[in-house]
């Protein structure tokens, strides 16, 4: 079974052709330069619209050293 719908990994193609272009922004309004975030923002864009996308996983604990 597939782990993301082909909707989704459409939105990501998108995504990338932007952030190649320099035409893709964060929140912020900054240019975003790393492929990670700009595959996070397809993703993120992507589960808005309703597609099959994993959720989003928890912050892991640190467990405190004594």
Do not use: D, N, W
Request: charged letters at 45%; glycine letters at 10%.
């Amino acid at each position: 079974m597939a782990k993301y719908s082909e909707g989704a990994g459409e939105k990501v193609e998108e995504v990338m052709h932007e952030m190649k272009e320099g035409k893709l922004k964060t929140g912020t309004g900054k240019k975003v330069k790393s492929r990670k975030q700009a595959i996070a923002i397809g993703l993120s864009e992507a589960r808005e619209k309703g597609e099959k996308v994993p959720k989003k996983q928890a912050p892991k604990k640190s467990s405190k050293k004594k």
